[in-house]
């Protein structure tokens, strides 16, 4: 999986291209932990992935806290139908902002 990072004062757009898997979470899982500190306003463009098992979904929901304890956002878009379907069997497009 290949991430894709701009930044612009506090907020952080992720684009994220591939399959977001138990191998690859952990690329993401690193953004999440060492690189929000100054983010208040987090987007993840799920346009180019194909594929989120449930280590992936593990990474989104911290990301959520995180951003949620901070009094931030974290809003994640273009999500192709197969990943919506998987956010909306798992109960997750009932907790993170979906667009």
Known sequence: MEIEKEIAES???LRLKGRLETS???????????ELEEITQLTVSMAQVEYVSSAGL????AAEKKMKAKGGTLTVEESVPAV???????GFDKILTLR
Do not use: Q, S
């Open 11 to 13: 907020k952080m757009t």
């Open 84 to 90: 919506m379907d998987v956010f909306k069997i798992t």
């Open 58 to 61: 593990r990474v989104l929901l």
């Open 24 to 34: 690859t979470a952990p690329k993401l899982e690193e953004v999440v932990e060492n």
